[in-house]
């Protein structure tokens, strides 16, 4: 069975940045599109990226365009996330997940993702 562990949160200065890890074991890592998500206090949770390595497909919702990057390291079946010039409004618990169903690109949609992990917390403070 899947495993996704997420790691790399913590307390940062506004302005800061971080590097989030997902690593993921159980899978055929390549085939799979991988998702990072967030969810702050009271909010929906949220898709900020996804990559599709074999494809070599990224993508990135309006709020991570231009601040957040993704990226694998297929060797440690692990894909990162680069947080630069972070905000109060970024403070929140960051999940990464993994697409239910093979394909060409990666999914946008959080119903899209299955196998969850327990999410890594981010807090910016002003």
């Known amino acids: 069975e899947g495993l996704v562990v997420e790691s790399g949160g913590g307390v940062v200065q506004t302005g800061g940045s971080l590097k989030l890890s997902c690593a993921t074991s159980g899978f055929h890592f390549d085939t799979y599109g991988i998702g990072w998500f967030r969810q702050a206090p009271g909010k929906e949770r949220e898709i900020l990226s996804c990559i599709n390595t074999r494809h070599d497909f990224t993508w990135y919702a309006d709020s991570a365009k231009g601040r957040f990057t993704v990226s694998s390291d297929n060797a440690k079946n692990t894909v990162h996330l680069q947080m630069n010039f972070l905000t109060p409004e970024d403070t929140a618990d960051y999940f990464c997940?993994?697409?239910?169903?093979?394909?060409?690109?990666?999914?946008?949609?959080?119903?899209?993702?299955?196998?969850w992990g327990q999410g890594t917390q981010v807090t910016v403070s002003s």
């Open positions: 997940a993994v697409e239910r169903v093979p394909g060409m690109r990666c999914g946008r949609f959080r119903s899209m993702y299955d196998y």
